[in-house]
């Protein structure tokens, strides 16, 4: 309802089963430059790979990790990397970056990978649980010590993130297995979202809206009631069936 143009971007990959929102920050162009690349970037990658599984990556694997979930943090650090090497490179893209959050369905469930303060919810039989931790200011000060409501409310720099990509030449990507039942219902959205509206009205939203098209209009209604000062972006993926 307030910004002049849209830095989010989104993906869905539907033959890799691979869904991306990604929230650009650094004004002017630079924002939706730095989640357009990431969205490419992820997107170029898993092309890549799946019609040659030998192609070889800019990353070593992580042993510790499966096949599948080194593709993801590799596809997301290549992405850091570019849109950090493409603010050094030009001067007016200097300090860009971009959230991102994924869900990636696998053989033995949903990897769940994010960095910054989008997020990825999960809606199982009525109750929605936030999947993701905020990479944020205020988050690291709830952790620290309790903050009252009233000081959660009121916080100064709700805006500000502590980690992102595009920020350093390397980055942390938190990842998660998450092991789905069907009819959960996964949703990823910006902080144009998740916000504005509560996770209360988030949830009743979900509840009682089956329809995921109906939904999404939904959520991003009740965003922009609550004065939606930002982009809003929201992606709902609907588990059918496990096995």
């Known amino acids: 309802m307030k910004r002049g143009h849209n830095e989010d971007n989104l ?8 869904y991306v929102v990604a929230d650009g920050m650094g004004g002017h162009a630079s ?17 890549a790979t799946s019609a040659d599984p030998e192609a070889t990556w800019p990353y070593k694997m992580d042993k510790s990790r499966g096949y599948e979930e080194n593709r993801l943090i590799t596809a ?6 570019r849109i950090f090497e493409a603010a ?10 971009t959230t991102l959050v994924t869900i990636f369905v696998v053989e033995d469930g949903v990897l769940v990978a994010h960095v910054g303060d989008s997020r990825v919810y999960r809606m199982r039989d009525g109750k929605l649980t936030q999947l993701t931790e905020d990479h944020s200011l205020l988050n690291d000060y709830i952790k620290m010590k309790r903050l009252t409501p009233e000081e959660i409310e009121n916080f100064p ?3 500000v993130i502590v980690r992102a990509l595009g920020m350093k030449d390397n980055v942390k990507v938190d990842v998660m297995l998450d092991r789905p039942q069907p009819g959960d219902v996964y949703l990823l959205c910006s902080d144009g979202l998740a916000g504005p509206a509560s996770d209360e009205e ?24 609550n004065g939606g000062p930002d982009n809003i972006t929201a992606v709902l993926a609907k588990v059918m069936g496990v096995g």
């Open 76 to 81: 997301v650090k290549l992405a850091n990397l």
């Open 202 to 225: 988030i949830e009743k939203v979900l509840r009682e809206t089956p329809d995921l098209k109906t939904a999404c209009s939904g959520l991003i209604a009740q965003a922009n009631a």
């Open 11 to 18: 993906c869905l990959i539907e033959d890799e089963h691979l």
């Open 31 to 47: 924002g939706e430059v730095a989640s357009q690349m990431a969205i490419d970037t992820l997107r170029d990658f898993f092309k």
């Open 88 to 97: 050094q490179q030009d001067p007016t893209m200097r300090g860009m970056g």
């Open 157 to 159: 720099h709700k805006n």
